[in-house]
């Protein structure tokens, strides 16, 4: 007999975390799904979209500590594929943004198991809107970054040219470094006094947006309590945000043309 034809793997971007910001196909998909393989970010909302029947298995990865290794969830998407089931791999934002989507469809490739990749919407994209901080602006920033504040270490990233005068730098992963995140840009040559807007929780209920200096970003985020998830927006654009600001005289320092560029 000949032996079934391995089911797709559908890498699915959950976004930032209200149902409502998903894409048509990546709701159908999620209703339609045998087994749920998702990450710690992807909110209980929408996990309650998934068929009373489909498996929910959590890979969830916290700072220094994960469920399951990356090899691990790998193979567990093949063998599940395998297997002839309906697999959706559920990532919070977008699965080729910071979400090692690209190593889960190389293992799905290399093991000749058919991946389909569904976009959702980045981090970046759905916690700005929800800020008012339009990441470009014709008056303010012509280019816009993204960068993972802890990714193989700090040390061993080079950030030189992207943040400063015309230019947004967008953090991911940065909240238990921001202190380091702050020295290293100063370093580099960033003022200090350039406007940072930390997005706490984005899109969610409990979504918080906090603005302050770059100088003043590791104590504020030690002072506000901040927990992930959570972005650093660095550049002036953080200035258009709808922001609680949280260093004393902030608004006058910047309404009274404080200097902000590098």
Known sequence: MAKAAPSTVYLVG?????PDLLTLRAARLIGDAQVIVHDGLVSAAILA?????ADLISVAKQRSRHSLPQDGINAL????????????RLKGGDPFIFGRGGEEMEACRAAGVP????PGISAAIGCAAQAQLPLTHRDSASAVTFVAGQCK????????GLAGHGR????????????DIADKLIADGVSPAIPVAVLENGTRADMRTLRTLLADLGDMVLREKVISPALIVVGDVAAY???QDALAGLTAQMNNGAEIHS
């Not at 270490?153 to 030189?160: F, M, R, V």
């Open 115 to 118: 991946v389909e990749v569904v």
């Open 241 to 243: 945000a709808l922001a």
């Open 168 to 179: 947004t730098l967008v953090i991911y992963m940065g909240v238990a470094t921001a202190a």
């Open 77 to 88: 998407l093949i063998d599940l594929a395998l297997s002839g089931r309906k697999v959706v």
């Open 49 to 53: 979209m998934a068929s009373p029947h």
């Open 14 to 18: 959950a976004g930032p975390g209200d």
């Open 153 to 160: 270490g700090l040390t061993d990233q080079d950030w030189s």
